[in-house]
């Protein structure tokens, strides 16, 4: 029998009925501030709002920079008569995917069981206490061939709730069920000794991933194609170490980053690279670009450079990349206060339409209008713009689609900042400005690495400076509470996930083995305290402390670990490389244990799909090889600076590095806040010596550069 229907009364008519995004730190949310949709954003209010009701939840997942959430906003969110049925039939839900992973991920894992697709904008049914059951992505306002309208969907799923509740319930109570199932595993306990890493598994990882190399453009699979980051990372640290398969991964590494160096994927003119391609040869970009992108690839092309290089990528064109990337970086997503934002649009609004990468397309006569006929046809044939644009009518992007010769790259040196100029008076895409913390975590190890070894020390200022941020605006020390996100210098929202603590801890080890600042050692130790406490319950290891009951909900009533690396590394392999940094550095052996325990999660996903294993494998690699403890002790001086630039320079895996300072007391057998520089002295004669251990167990001290090289070389080999 069809119960009551409350959705005969329209949404406006309930006490508190009204758009309430205005004041959200999230871009995304505040886009859909002026839309006729009663949004709300994901919390307990909103879904108790729906158990008033009696309705179900309407969830729409997306971020700012996704073309595809403007589209489906302006069609369908921006139409009066379909916010009149929303609002009249459900609670609208707006999500930050960026803001929000955990919503995302147990939510797209539903989506993908429910419809067998996923993407952005995300289109999520929910009962009033979270549970989902039914699901798609893109829905257009008129049905398509096999895509119903948006409004055939609403009216379905609302048919559906009134008369067919109980079939509508237990469904998604099933649903729930088996996204717990699925869950288990992936169960990591940390109680207990784990296995022995072998290191074939890491060769078998190198030869299963050639089989889904493109070796013509670089990178793996087909169209749409990513940046292979974490892999990238991976295949480097591979490289550095002898063995059978170092030389197919310095291959695979150098091929991939030079197909995407060479690319539209790379924005030619200023450097920031695009978060994917639609097609394989990277011709065609998606054109948002986002800090975790930029800051994972910045810190690559930097270990590109601290590799070596090879034949068919050279450090020169990386080190170049890489200076672009972070001049990039600073120049488009730094904000006052110290953060960086999260991304750049895709879309440019032209006349009030939005139109995808509008700001970085080019036809001939716009070429032939800036630089003359001469130089725009030279221009043109070099970075393949046509007649016929690859994107759409307002052009294509600059694609050079391999290495330019010598004369062409003088050209375009020349022409490179006109055109930037040029470019820089058109209509800009719109910046989403909400603060990841984990996200610039990535950040600051990708600068502080940066300006290392690129002897650019303008970069580990900003890293500093994002490091600052974090710490003033993100971390609470009496709660040992760290924000996700915050906006205009104030933190908002959840507490972060695993991945932030993670990758904050990361990027201030990093920052601390750069500048042997102690107040970043210490920050970090907190940081991995803190997760420890906050995400490991019982032995077993969880993403998130339980934010959301609704999330709880939907995973069957399970806490979740996610293993597979997506955009970004996984929060459990982050954490495993962070908390065997933090081993290395303090002889944790608590902190070695639990590393080695989620590193067990390795060995079947790296049989079966080492591309979603990158971190995990990277993190591997450095634990087989220690990783190799750099103390550089005794008094400053020209050798000392020496000795330590040479270590950051090292492409020894996960080599930590820690320097004697001021903070010390500059004693011998002072170590500070840092258990590594314990009882480290200078050389007798008063100068500098490195010490240079595996385990806390030190080889005699060496006080000069070669010495060091050849000692660090051996021991980074017998891993």
Known sequence: MPRPGPAESRGAEWPGAANVLGAEPSA????????????????DEAFAFAAARDVPVFLSIGYAACHWCHVMAHESFEDQETADYL?????????????????????????????????????????????????????????LPGRPSFRNVLEAVHEAWVERREAVEQNARGLASNIANAQMSTVVRLDGPPDVLDAGLLSD?????????DPDAGGFGSAPKFPPSAVLEFLIRHAAVPSATAGAARDMAGRALAGMARSALCDQLDGGFARYSVTADWSVPHFEKMLYDNAQLLRIYAHWVRLGGNEVFSVAEAAAVASRCADWMIGSLGLPGGGLASSLDADTVVDGVHHEGAAYLWTPEALAEVLGPHDAQAVGRIMNIGAEGTVSALGSPFHPGGRLSDPEARLWERVRPVLLSARNLRNQPARDEKIVAGWNGLAVSALAEAGAILDRPELVAAAESVADYLERVHWNIDEGLLARVSHESRARGIGGLLEDYSFCADGLFTLYAVTGTPRWYRLAEDLIKAAAKRFVENGHLADSAGESAQVFNAQGRHASLDPFDNATPSGAAGFAGALLTYSAYSGSHESRLMAGNILGLLPPIASRAPRVAGWLLATAQAALAGPVEAAVAGPD????????????????????????GEDDGGLPGKGGDVPLLL????????GPQVYLCRGMVCKRPVGTLAGMEELLTAMSSEG
């Open 637 to 660: 001086s020209p050798l000392r600076t020496e000795l330590h630039a040479a270590l950051l320079r090292s492409a020894s895996p996960g080599l930590v590095v820690a320097l004697q």
């Open 28 to 43: 995304y949310l505040r886009q859909h501030a002026g839309n006729p949709v009663f949004w709300r954003p994901f919390g």
């Open 205 to 213: 990882a190198v030869t299963l991933l050639a089989r889904s190399e």
């Open 87 to 143: 609002n009249a039939h459900f609670v609208p839900v707006k999500v930050d995917r960026e803001e929000r992973p955990d919503v995302d991920s147990v939510y797209m894992t539903a989506t993908q069981a429910i419809s067998g697709e996923g993407g952005w904008p995300m289109s999520v049914f929910l009962t009033p206490d979270g549970l989902a059951f039914h699901a798609g992505t893109y829905f257009p306002p008129k049905p």
């Open 679 to 686: 009882h480290r002295s200078g050389a007798p004669d008063g």
